[in-house]
């Protein structure tokens, strides 16, 4: 098929790149020209596993382009996705601006029927406000055309963006007619071919979905993350806690990880966009106010730990700080909970020695030069002289580091633990000050 992909982050590379690997012709579009001028030299601008082979060879193979001119990609494409941010508003709910300047474009250049394909998360009645947009246009134009909009969601997870795209648990479609449904189904054949992944339902449904998913799995977390504070005050250990929930398949043990707060570009801030969506309807959203509300306080446990442990005087004391990115396998530092962790640190005087695998020119693009911060080259250079560790995201390689490596960097023997990696006991025994989340230190 002919496809084009409005918007080049995240969703619209992953969803562009896996889309021509299946033999698909794609133009994806953005109106950062310097982002498409950068994917154009080969350079691409985030890190996902897999993702850099897969645009190079397909734009190798002309099978996929990168553009800002929106006019060519309309004019080329039987099917159209909107792949764009919809960032929170100042009240919390979803931006609809970059989705309704793509429908408006389409609008204002479309010559023949096209699907536009609803991929950015939106809130319920979304898909109305694009189909009124494009329609607004036409009639200005005075041009009769027929199109669809469809709402398709997207699943995938940073960091294994690639596997969710190929191999999804599922893929939604919001469908308002049988024509749009098949040509669905055979846009996503190829990801389809073992089991019926297609889950074809009303479009308002299929927008709610996507936030329903999102604030289930954020509740989860939030859950744990409540529990762990229990846990530490009554000489629990909520890792042992979490095996034995787990284990019934009706709980499961995905999503039950206590730490340091979710972050990244969704959760948050799709559970308050949600939030907003129940007041518009004169609701109030009792639980998701409460996972928000968790979910903030324990961006904090970390610190206060710390604050405690060095009885509120943080004034030029050196922290090791391992991992900066919201989780592993990715660059991406939107609503890391590194970010308020360390300033919270620079706030109280206190210097930080960084490093994180793939975050760290993510990190000099935010903060720039700072005396109080020093980005450094291994996860051991960040020890020397610190006052302590403190992990923040579990990539692979802070999970069995040479502890005794740790102990002889470190000023003082601390570790703030915000992802709870290590054994607890033996850390303890080889003289350890070690403080997890919902282990049983009483700070
Ligand atoms: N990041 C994720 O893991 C993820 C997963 C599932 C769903 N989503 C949702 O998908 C959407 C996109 O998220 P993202 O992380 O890819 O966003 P992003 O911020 O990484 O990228 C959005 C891109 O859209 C471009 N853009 C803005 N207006 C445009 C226009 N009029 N025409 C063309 N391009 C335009 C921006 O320049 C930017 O490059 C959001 O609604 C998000 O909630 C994100
Ligand atoms: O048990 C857990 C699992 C995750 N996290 C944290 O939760 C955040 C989000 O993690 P994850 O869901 O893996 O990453 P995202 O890439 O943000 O993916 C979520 O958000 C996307 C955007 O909507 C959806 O497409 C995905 O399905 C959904 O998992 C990270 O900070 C994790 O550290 C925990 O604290 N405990």
């Not at 210097?351 to 903060?367: C, G, H, N």
Request: proline share 4%.
């Amino acid at each position: 098929m002919r496809i084009s992909i409005f918007g080049s982050g995240y969703v619209g590379l992953v969803t562009g790149a896996c889309l021509a690997e299946v033999g698909n012709h794609v133009i994806c579009v953005d109106v950062d020209a310097q982002k498409v001028a950068r994917l154009n030299q080969g350079h691409v601008p985030i890190h996902e596993p897999g993702l850099d082979d897969l645009i190079k060879n397909n734009m190798a193979e002309k099978r996929l382009e990168f553009t800002t001119d929106a006019i060519k990609a309309i004019a080329f494409s039987e099917v159209i996705f909107i792949a764009v941010g919809t960032p929170p508003d100042e009240d919390g709910s979803a931006d609809l601006r970059y989705v309704l300047a793509v429908a408006q474009s389409i609008g204002q250049h479309l010559t023949e029927y096209k699907a536009i394909i609803d991929k950015s998360t939106v809130p319920v009645g979304t898909a109305d406000k694009v189909r009124a947009t494009v329609q607004a246009e036409l009639n200005k134009r005075g041009v009769q055309q027929r199109f669809d909009v469809i709402s398709n969601p997207e699943f995938l997870k940073e960091g294994a963006a690639i596997g969710d795209f190929m191999r999804p648990d599922r893929i939604i479609i919001g469908a308002d007619n049988a024509d749009v449904e098949e040509l669905m189904h055979e846009l996503y054949a190829p990801f389809n071919r073992n089991h019926d992944r297609l889950l074809i339902m009303d479009i308002r449904s299929a927008e709610l979905t996507k936030y329903a998913a999102n604030a289930m799995l954020a509740t989860k977390i939030s859950f744990m993350n409540e529990m762990a504070n229990l846990a530490e005050r009554v000489g629990a250990d909520i890792e042992q806690v979490r095996l034995g929930i787990g284990s019934d398949p009706r709980i499961g043990f995905g999503f039950i990880y206590a730490g340091c707060g979710y972050g990244g570009s969704c959760f948050p801030k799709d559970v308050n966009a949600l939030e907003r969506t129940f007041r518009e309807y004169g609701m109030e959203a009792q639980l998701l106010t409460a996972v928000s509300a968790v979910n903030q306080r324990q961006q904090q446990v970390m610190f206060a730990k710390i604050h405690n442990h060095f009885k509120g005087d943080l004034q030029g004391k050196r922290f090791a700080l391992w991992g900066l990115a919201f989780k592993p396998n990715t660059d991406d530092m939107r609503e890391a909970p590194s970010r308020p962790l360390m300033e919270a640190l620079w706030q109280a005087g206190a210097q930080v020695q960084a490093y994180d695998p793939k975050a760290m020119d993510e990190t000099r693009r935010i903060y720039g030069e700072r005396a109080d911060l020093t980005l450094c080259d291994s996860p051991e250079a960040a020890l020397q002289g610190a006052d302590a560790l403190l992990v923040v995201t579990e990539w692979q390689v802070f999970r069995s580091p040479d502890f005794k490596l740790i102990h002889s960097q470190l000023k003082n023997p601390v570790i703030f633990d915000g992802r709870n990696l290590y054994n607890y006991n033996r850390l303890k025994k080889n003289g350890f000050s070690y403080y997890a989340i919902g282990r049983g230190d009483k700070v």
